[in-house]
């Protein structure tokens, strides 16, 4: 979800241009999602953050910022947005976390989207690495994000473009044995617009769950949906 270099997927269901001109009726749509798409109302996803204070960043409390070894890996990455949040976006997503010669922490980010039929094949192109500065407290931004998602990787069935804001706390992960072990997961917010197939503003969220082997789908985790890690819908 991530800035992307990929070029709209092709697939059978796809509006072409033509069609949207003549009517959106023209298209294939055997299921009626688009139909629904546009028929049910936007609401935003329940983004459950530790409070923020002044600093729009929430306090570490005890929890020590997680050393960059610790954090670099690959992660089965959940987007949910509206009106399918409980269907999320899943992505396989590479973080290769570092500090420079200041002590700047920063992490480099691309993803690859996998199918929505079953959360494990990967679909499209990586996307182009993105790079961002940690603050002191964990956390992190990546504003105004690109995104061509195709449509056999999200819930609605169609090529959905997107613009959106990324805004995580890693200062806030969980660790798989204790504070010197890899981390689990850390999560955060989606806000932006959705510019195609239809403009509307979204508010949703993300999370980010370590794969233990990214060669071996069987170890890809349950797809969780926000902070709380309220689960999914199943397939």
């Known amino acids: 979800m991530l800035g992307s270099n990929r070029t709209p997927h092709a697939w059978k269901r796809r509006c072409t241009l033509?069609?949207?001109?003549?009517g959106l009726s023209a298209?294939?749509?055997?299921?009626?999602?688009?139909?629904a798409f546009l028929d049910r109302a936007y609401v935003p996803a329940v983004v459950e953050m530790p409070d923020a204070g002044d600093s729009g960043c929430p306090p570490l409390g005890d929890m020590p910022l997680p050393d960059p070894s610790q954090l670099?890996?690959?992660y089965f990455y959940a987007v949910s947005l509206p009106p399918y949040a409980d269907q999320p976006t899943i992505y396989l997503l590479e973080a290769e976390a570092s500090r420079d010669s200041s002590n700047n922490y920063t992490i480099r980010m691309?993803?690859?989207?996998?199918?929505?039929?079953?959360r494990k094949t990967p679909t499209g192109e990586?996307?182009?690495w993105q790079t961002t500065t940690v603050s002191p407290q964990g956390c992190y931004e990546l504003a105004d994000q690109v995104n061509d998602?195709?449509?056999?990787?999200n819930a609605l069935g169609f090529d959905v473009t997107s613009v959106l804001t990324f805004a995580g706390n890693v200062g806030t992960a969980m660790y798989t044995d204790g504070p010197t072990s890899p981390v689990k997961f850390w999560c955060g917010t989606a806000i932006g617009k959705i510019t195609a197939p239809i403009a509307q503003d979204v508010t949703g969220t993300f999370t980010a769950t370590r794969i233990p082997d990214v060669n071996d789908p069987s170890t890809y985790p349950p797809a969780v949906i926000n902070c709380a890690m309220d689960p999914a819908q199943e397939l």
Request: net charge negative; proline share 9%.
């Open 18 to 22: 033509a069609a949207f001109a003549v």
């Open 72 to 74: 670099s890996g690959t």
């Open 110 to 118: 691309r993803n690859r989207p996998l199918e929505f039929s079953d």
């Open 27 to 35: 298209c294939i749509d055997p299921n009626g999602k688009y139909e």
């Open 149 to 153: 998602t195709p449509g056999d990787a």
């Open 126 to 128: 990586w996307s182009d």
